[in-house]
């Protein structure tokens, strides 16, 4: 594709800026074909006339790209307020800011900008900024006004991602917040400001009379707009009392389903085989698969490009791009460009595709029927990764992928009686995740009676208390169920899972901070390692040179420390490109995630938009975060027992025993687990070990483990061990 014309020099022949305008029309085209576009007055006279706005319209209607322009356009930034837009999963907030950059014909982050977790791409100029909404959350901590934002679009709220739900209840609070006079201040204590300046706690009376000046003002209002792509606005408009609930009308052609016969016993194997049936029997359109995960995918996109080195040579026209939400996003936006000139693309996604972001061209959907999702027992404590059955509700929004641009095919791989059987909707996430990380978010946004807040569905009351339990033994929380000092007030401003963050707070103590630090971003990412089922025994040989007897905590560091050394020797001559050129080919040599390793380089380090000249304005950097908390980074060299210990310190609720029959049991929940094959350990087998996560499989597997001394147990957890046996 010919490249921008920044000087214009060819313009007046063709040539780029040709391109450039044609492109630009082509996109103005497609905004105004949008089902969106023709409500699009009603819509803003719908938003003046009511504070909070409940929207519903099918996928691919225009409600993520096109609201936010149009609500700029409107006036809705003047006073240099900002229009906020949230996104359960980065991947979305990434691809569509860089969609509305595009159509605005802005650079992105200037007008339009993104910010997740590790990566802000915001600036000053900033008016329509997309993010997670978590992120949101995180911000809530610095401003409890949110007073920035005019407008804060909650998108794809039917997807009822536990950050979703805490922020619905938050918003809510702060809307009504807004809209009185101020009669409360916001708690400043432990917030940083924007600039990076840390502000000192107010004393008593000083906060007395900032109240006092500002008591009476009013604040400017805030307006929510609830978007859904589920049809059904009932819950939303009544969680909010009553709300204004509109619908877009969308289009959709039919789409013809297919069931399996029987039950597949391989889906990827079933998977395979449709993709090439398709492909090579089917007529023109782009396919969509939906699959579980990255590791999944990749292996797909392994066997989909070994399966076409074996056709002929004109039968191997297809391209294969995989969509996931740790994919670095350049990668991500190839999705959206239209195939090579007789070219089929396959699209391999995980349910991102299912409603968060529209891939054009898609004629045909492969729905497996599986989506990986969190599960949590309130009983053991412990949340783990499972694949599940969807919904039906999202079986029909895979299926719906098909039918956007004309007519399509579905092919679900299992029987039409195991549809029937699917249950309508998916469980809200907060009724099936750990609630540590958002009670301790709750507290630090000054809500104290957790089992009294307004969700829109509660949790239960066991999970919350379990929650709280953990809280209070990581010493986040007094007795009292306050957040503690300094200790609560920190683990909430990482942005991290709550036993990382203690893990972190713990290692300047243990004097090994520069090693939790690496060892926490890389724990961050999706799998360092992956072993094709055919390499199988070259890739366990090349991880053997990383591979620390003492576990896969060390092994991950030892990973990152080669790497590390690597880049910093081959970028000498400040060639970066040539840098990563050399760091993909290693990587490649020993097996190991290039995407993943570059992803925790760029947390553990300061990666962030800097090449935009762009200043990071939130702290996501673990590293500046930890320094500015004032905790003391320092290497404990070759001293690993330390590390160890502190591992053993933060992790002592996921310690598990070696039983009689090789397999291990949870301490804290009695639980009988085993170690996952891709571990270090997994031959070794120590009698006591940490881990990090808990997937579940066919199997119960630990994931990331590390051997501890069962002894040190009862020394560095005496808050937990001394109470049991
Ligand atoms: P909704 O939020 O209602 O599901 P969107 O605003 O996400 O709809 O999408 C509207 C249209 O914009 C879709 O037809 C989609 O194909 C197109 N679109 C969105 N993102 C991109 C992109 N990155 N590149 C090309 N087209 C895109
Ligand atoms: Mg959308």
């Known amino acids: 594709m010919p490249s921008m014309d920044p000087a214009g020099s060819k313009g007046s022949n063709g040539g780029p800026k040709a391109d450039f305008f044609a492109r630009k029309q082509r996109i103005e085209q497609q905004r105004k074909s949008l089902p969106i576009a023709s409500v699009e007055k009603r819509l803003m006279d719908e938003v003046r006339g009511h504070d909070i706005l ?67 791409m915001t600036s ?67 917030t940083k400001a924007n600039n990076g300046v840390v502000i000192d706690k107010e004393n008593d009376s000083q906060r007395a009379s900032s109240l006092n000046r500002c008591r009476g003002l009013k604040l400017s209002p805030l307006k929510l707009i609830i978007m859904s792509a589920s049809l059904d606005a009932r819950g939303f408009s009544e969680y909010f009392g009553g709300a204004r609930a509109v619908h877009v009308q969308g289009r959709q052609f039919p789409v013809d389903i297919f069931y399996t016969k029987a039950p597949e016993t391989d889906y990827l194997d079933a998977t395979l085989i449709t993709i090439f049936q398709i492909h090579l029997e089917e007529g023109a359109g782009d396919v969509l698969v939906f699959l579980t995960g990255q590791e999944e995918i990749e292996s ?49 996604a995980t349910n991102i595709a299912e409603t968060s972001v529209t891939i054009p061209g898609i004629k045909y959907v492969i729905d497996p029927g599986l989506v990986k999702a969190r599960t949590y027992s309130a009983r053991t404590g412990m949340e783990s ?90 010493g986040a929380l007094t007795e009292e169920s306050r957040l503690s000092k300094p200790v609560g007030h920190q683990m909430a401003r990482l942005p991290l899972d709550p036993t990382h963050a203690k893990a972190l707070i713990l290692a300047s103590q243990f004097n090994c901070l520069e090693e939790m630090l690496i060892a926490v971003a890389m ?31 060390l092994t991950l560091i030892n990973v990152y420390r080669a790497s590390d050394e690597l880049f910093e020797k081959s970028k000498i001559g400040n060639n ?43 702290d996501w950097q673990i590293r500046e975060n930890v320094e500015q908390m004032g905790l003391h980074v320092a290497s404990c060299g070759d001293d690993m027992l330390q590390f160890r210990r502190c591992l053993a310190a933060a992790f002592f609720l996921n310690a598990a025993l070696k039983q009689p029959d090789g397999t291990y049991r949870v301490l804290s929940s009695g639980q009988s687990v085993q ?49 049991k046996e």
């Not at 999963?89 to 982050?109: D, I, L, Q, S």
């Not at 990587?587 to 938009?609: G, L, M």
């Not at 350990?681 to 001394?709: A, G, M, Q, W």
Request: hydrophobic share 35%.
């Open 54 to 120: 409940i929207i519903v319209g099918e996928t691919g209607s225009g409600k993520t790209t096109q609201l936010p322009q149009y609500l700029f356009n409107a006036g809705f930034c003047r006073d240099g307020k900002i229009i906020g837009i949230t996104q359960p999963r980065r991947v979305a907030a990434v691809t569509v800011a860089k969609r509305v950059a595009e159509e605005c014909g802005v650079e992105m982050g200037q007008r339009v900008g993104y910010s997740i977790r590790f990566d802000d």
């Open 124 to 190: 000053s100029s900033t008016r329509i900024k997309y993010m997670t909404d978590g992120l949101l959350l995180r911000e809530a901590l610095l401003d409890k006004y949110l007073s920035k934002y005019s407008v804060i679009i909650v998108d794809e709220a039917h997807e009822r991602t536990v950050d979703t739900d805490v922020l619905l209840g938050i918003l809510k609070s702060v809307q009504k917040a807004r809209s009185g006079p101020i009669n409360q201040l916001p708690n400043i204590d432990h």
């Open 300 to 348: 797909v996109e392994r066997l989909v490009l070994e399966k076409l080195q074996q056709l002929p040579e004109e039968k191997r026209k297809l391209k294969v791009l995989p969509i996931y939400s740790s994919l670095p996003s350049e990668k991500q936006m190839q999705v959206f460009m239209p195939a090579p000139t007789g070219f089929r693309k396959v699209i391999l």
């Open 385 to 474: 990764l499972v694949v599940v059955p969807t919904s039906k509700a999202q079986a029909l929004q895979r299926s719906g992928r098909a039918g956007r641009e004309g007519p399509g095919k579905c092919f679900r791989l299992y029987p039409e009686r195991e549809f029937e059987k699917l249950s309508d909707s998916t469980v809200p996430e907060i009724k099936r995740c750990n609630l540590s990380k958002v009670v301790l978010q709750l507290k630090a946004l000054g809500v104290d009676d957790i089992i009294g807040f307004d969700f829109m569905e509660k949790p239960s009351r066991e999970a919350v208390i379990k929650s709280l339990e953990l809280l209070t033994l990581l």
């Open 523 to 553: 724990l961050s990412v999706e799998s360092i390692f992956y072993a094709p089922r055919e390499k199988l025994e070259e890739a366990r040989t090349a991880a053997k040179c990383f591979s620390s007897l003492e576990g896969d905590h």
């Open 576 to 618: 970066r490109e040539k840098a990563e050129k050399t760091m993909r080919k290693w990587c490649k040599e020993n097996f190991i995630n290039s995407r993943s390793v570059r992803q925790a380089r760029d947390i553990h380090r300061q990666a962030t938009s800097s090449f935009l000249g762009l200043k990071p304005k939130y």
């Open 675 to 723: 170690i996952h094959p891709s571990s270090v350990l997994f031959r070794t087998k120590p009698d006591c070990l940490i881990f990090d996560e808990l997937v579940r499989t066919n199997h119960n597997y630990i994931r990331n483990v590390s051997r501890v001394d069962y002894l040190w147990l009862p020394e560095l957890a005496p808050q937990y061990y001394t109470l």
